[in-house]
Each structure stands twice: as structure tokens, then as C-alpha cells.
């Protein structure tokens, strides 16, 4: 392990891992679920297990100063998102400069968010109801209902969103026009690019779901007598 590796260590008896940048100097800064992100001991981090460096293709990663900065740049940022913005968003991040969680697209693609998200957070939830219901197709039971539902729901979390992207990139301006600090216009934008980002899977998602509510409400037209 060298200083900007990307570690990663299973928790809950290996049912997810936890992410971290290692700093190199016996410290990893990690987005502790819930909470926020900080610098802790390697063996805090590590809580007994054992930590394996994740691999990338070189060329695809950001140079060691950069992601050291980038991890450093964001300590103390309390947004923590399990879909959205969790420990290995940052890890990745830091390394490559591109926002994404392979856990969460395994989690969605497999349909095995269950007890991680169901009840705890509306929005995993929302999103594995609506990745099972174009995975099944309108078969479920109840499967127009939900689908209605459901793209109910995601008409007022993509409004929520877009509300939230409009004031981040209006502060992001206000910061950038009276020249201060760069490193906070730099945490606007990042926060901007999260919210785009949700905002774009959001829509993604409305647009395969109504076509599927279309699919399922078209049929043969009337036989002539």
C-alpha cells in the first residue's frame, strides 16, 4: 500500500466494503456512512480486517498529487448518500476524477438493494422498485399501480433535484464572480456535478418507465365487424 491507493475493506461480514484514499502516512480519509468524510488510523479504518488496494488501468488514473488534493480538498463535507454520493463515489473520484459507485450499479442491476436501502432511504428504494419493474415488465402484481406510482414519485424527486442544482450552480456563480476561495467554488461544483448527476439517472429512468406504461396500455386496435 503507497500513498493515494485505493482501499477497500468488507464490513458487515463482507456484505458491502467500505472505501478510503490512503494518505501514505498511516491515515486513510474515508466517507464514514451517515456521517462525513475524515482522516482516521489505518486500523480504525481497517476495524480488524484486512485492506486490499483496488486496481485501475494507469491510464485512466489522475496522478498521485491529484487524488491526495482531491481527498484532502473534501474533509469534512457531511452529503453522504448511499446511492448518490457513498465511500466508494468518493474513492473513485479521488482516483479518476469520475463520480461513480460499482456497488451501487451491481446493487441496482441484480435487484439486491433490499435491506440496505429498503425503509432507510426513499430514494434507493424508489430506485430498485423501478429497476425491478422494468427489469419484470408490468407482470408483478398491482405492476401498472406501481409503475404509476412510482413514476409519481420520481416526477417530485427529479423537481426536488433540478431545485437543488439551480441554487448550487447559482452559488457556485455568486463564489466565482467575487474571486473567493477557489477550494469552495471547487466543493460547489462537485456538489453541482452530484446533483447533476442524480438529476440525469432520474430522467433516465422516468422515460423507461414510460414507455413501459405505454407498452402496456397498447394493444390491437378494434377487429372491423
Known amino acids: 500500500m503507497a500513498a493515494a491507493d485505493h482501499l477497500q475493506v468488507p464490513r458487515q461480514h463482507g456484505l458491502f466494503d467500505h ?11 474515508h466517507y464514514l456512512e451517515g456521517s462525513q468524510i475524515l482522516r482516521s488510523p489505518l486500523e480504525q479504518f481497517r476495524r480488524g480486517e484486512d485492506a486490499t488496494v483496488v486496481s485501475y488501468d494507469p491510464a485512466a488514473i489522475s ?25 466508494e463515489h468518493f474513492a473513485i473520484w479521488c482516483k ?8 451501487v450499479e451491481d446493487w ?3 435487484g439486491s438493494f433490499g435491506a440496505l436501502a429498503i425503509g432507510q432511504f426513499v430514494p434507493a428504494a424508489l430506485l430498485v422498485a423501478v429497476r425491478l419493474l422494468l427489469r419484470q415488465g ?22 426536488r433535484l433540478q431545485q437543488r442544482l439551480e441554487q448550487e450552480l447559482e452559488q457556485a456563480e455568486l463564489w466565482w464572480s467575487s474571486k473567493k476561495s477557489a477550494d469552495q467554488f471547487g ?5 453541482a456535478q452530484n446533483l447533476a448527476d442524480q438529476l440525469a439517472t432520474v430522467e433516465e429512468l422516468e422515460g423507461r418507465l414510460q ?7 397498447s394493444g390491437p386496435g378494434p377487429t372491423a365487424p
Open 211 to 217: 414507455k413501459l406504461i405505454g407498452e402496456g396500455t
Open 187 to 191: 466543493r460547489l461544483q462537485l456538489q
Open 63 to 87: 496522478p498521485s498529487g491529484v487524488t491526495l488534493r482531491r481527498a484532502m480538498g473534501r474533509l469534512g463535507e457531511q452529503r453522504y448518500n448511499l446511492v448518490f454520493n457513498n465511500c
Open 19 to 29: 472505501h478510503g484514499i490512503d494518505l501514505g502516512d498511516g491515515t486513510v480519509v
Open 138 to 159: 408490468l407482470s408483478l402484481d398491482n405492476g401498472r399501480d406501481l409503475a404509476l406510482k412510482s413514476l409519481e414519485q420520481l416526477d417530485g424527486l427529479r423537481q
Open 96 to 103: 479518476t476524477g469520475h463520480h461513480r459507485s460499482t456497488q
Open 108 to 110: 441496482l442491476r441484480n
